[in-house]
T-cell receptor, first 115, second 119 residues
Framework: GAGVSQTPSNKVTEKGKYVELRCDPISGHTALYWYRQSLGQGPEFLIYFQGTGAADDSGLPNDRFFAVRPEGSVSTLKIQRTERGDSAVYLC?????????????FGAGSRLTVL | AQTVTQSQPEMSVQEAETVTLSCTYDTSESDYYLFWYKQPPSRQMILVIRQEAYKQQNATENRFSVNFQKAAKSFSLKISDSQLGDAAMYFCAYRSAFGSGGSNYKLTFGKGTLLTVNP
């Protein structure tokens, strides 16, 4: 597509529930990234995919968070047993390659609210 | 680890005037990239300008320019002839230029500066 698409735009859930956030990157972009932006903060790195594999998942806060990209295109961020502290905007970005010079294109994010 | 600091949580400017947003960073690397991103209420991060550390010349994109001081580890953004559409959160970000062993795929962001443009 023309840009990075993220769904849902907003998600409200109850503590303890499971949520999935979807990212559809720009066609042909092999690198995909997830960032989390808490209120009043800049985005923080969660995970980076090169193709189908997670090349770096060091930013995932704990084992309740998991992400997949099975066909090297669409990615899903999965959060189990959600907690109120998980409330944030989850941003997805993609780039043609993952080298420093490559510019990331961001989606509009998914705002997650855990009640 | 690299850190990025934006010391101005909020700034305001009159329409048509010039404003400068500050950013400092800390790194032990010699080669890297610096970015300014704009985030309007729509939440989408939009690249404003990019600077390559090994280039001494300051980057310019239309009304946006940077003052890159490598020794001082400073990277400020100047917006000239401010427009109402410039109102947004502005984030400074750092990215390593190095491949294996370096996190050249990872952006490190500051906390942002909220820019208000007054008509």
């Amino acid at each position: 597509g023309a840009g990075v698409s993220q769904t849902p735009s907003n998600k409200v859930t109850e503590k303890g529930k499971y949520v999935e956030l979807r990212c559809d990157p720009i066609s042909g972009h092999t690198a995909l990234y997830w960032y989390r932006q808490s209120l009043g903060q800049g985005p923080e790195f969660l995970i980076y995919f090169q193709g189908t594999g997670a090349a770096d998942d060091s930013g995932l806060p704990n084992d309740r968070f998991f992400a997949v990209r099975p066909e090297g295109s669409v990615s899903t961020l999965k959060i189990q047993r959600t907690e109120r502290g998980d409330s944030a905007v989850y941003l997805c970005a993609s780039s043609l390659k993952a080298t420093g010079a490559n510019v990331l294109t961001f989606g509009a994010g998914s705002r997650l609210t855990v009640l | 680890a690299q850190t990025v600091t934006q010391s101005q949580p909020e700034m305001s400017v009159q329409e048509a005037e010039t404003v400068t947003l500050s950013c400092t960073y800390d790194t032990s690397e010699s080669d890297y990239y610096l970015f300014w991103y704009k985030q309007p209420p729509s939440r989408q991060m939009i690249l404003v300008i990019r600077q390559e550390a090994y280039k001494q010349q300051n980057a310019t994109e239309n009304r946006f320019s940077v003052n890159f001081q490598k020794a001082a580890k400073s990277f400020s953004l100047k917006i000239s002839d401010s427009q109402l559409g410039d109102a947004a959160m502005y984030f400074c970000a750092y990215r390593s230029a190095f491949g294996s062993g370096g996190s050249n795929y990872k952006l490190t962001f500051g906390k942002g500066t909220l820019l208000t443009v007054n008509p």
